[in-house]
């Protein structure tokens, strides 16, 4: 924000014509606002310039200031700042440069804000007036519309309403309606009005299709509305015939033109071809289920093995651990067999 306003600065002292700005040409931003923001004796001379621009007293007063015065300098610069009600008397480190850019820029854009009003002179302010209006004057006769301006070859108005405005009837009318009184103009709306009224209620007598016939209607009445939705009916109709027409010229006819297409000889292999082919997916859909079916019975077989129960007479216990029970008892009882057979 203040990198954008010094820049701003800068370019309004180059166009007041700062003689401390000759020959100072920079681009960067950041060092416009290093040359305005930061304290130097450049800086000073740009902000004694600037004081004496605003008032011829310190425009005598500060050059004859040496430069082992700057004391005084800026003891008189702040103190023109306190008369412009722009600081206080005392604020000597604004002027030299010591407080924030911010604080600095917004003090030098005021006091900028000033030399126009107080540079010019009232007869240079006159005279720049004079040419201005010199050259805006000479812009306007030596302009090529002026004539057509001054003489115009079309009538602003159009041609319907310009036949309207130039008729001696629509004249009288319009003088006659300017003279008549409010309450005339009232009691004419309201006679249009009451026969407007008049001409729809006729209106509406003879369209009985569009309200329900009222009690006691004869036999005549209820036909007319029969006849009056039978014409709705057929003109509905007659629109979809208009509108499937547009279609088939549109759209169908050219499919409908075509020669009928030529079938295959081949149409009964195909529909072999195309049985065999659903006999398969129905048997491959078969073993599909047989597989499921045989993996749901190996899980449940697994589950069975490996789920631990209750036996008769001892504790809970798998069915293969169960089963090497059995084989071990059976071996002792084998080999004890045996023993006894032997003399």
Known sequence: MAVAAAA????????????????????EAKDIQKLLCAPSPHRLDILEWICGSVSPAHRKQLPSLGESQSDLKIKAMANLGYHLMLCRANDLDLIEGKVSAQEQLHFLEQLVAVIPAQALSAVESFQEIGRKNEAFIKQVFTSPYLQSVLNPEC??????????????????????????????????????????????QDLRKECSFLHGDPAGADASSAHATALQTLRLMASDFSQLLVAFSQVYERQLQQHCERPAPVLSCLGPLVQEVHLGLQLCVQELQAFLQVKETSECIVNTVKQKEQGKRFWSGSAKATLSSKLEELQQKYKAIHAALKKCQQP
């Open 155 to 200: 009538h602003p108005w159009p041609s319907d309403i310009k036949g309207l405005l130039l008729r001696e009837d629509v004249l009288q009318e319009r003088s006659l309606l300017s003279v008549t009184s409010h309450e005339e103009t009232l009691l004419e709306a309201s006679k249009e009005l009451e026969e407007v009224v008049a001409a729809l």
């Open 8 to 27: 701003a600065l800068f370019r309004r002292l180059k166009e007041l014509g700062c003689p401390a700005l000759d020959g100072v040409y920079l681009s």
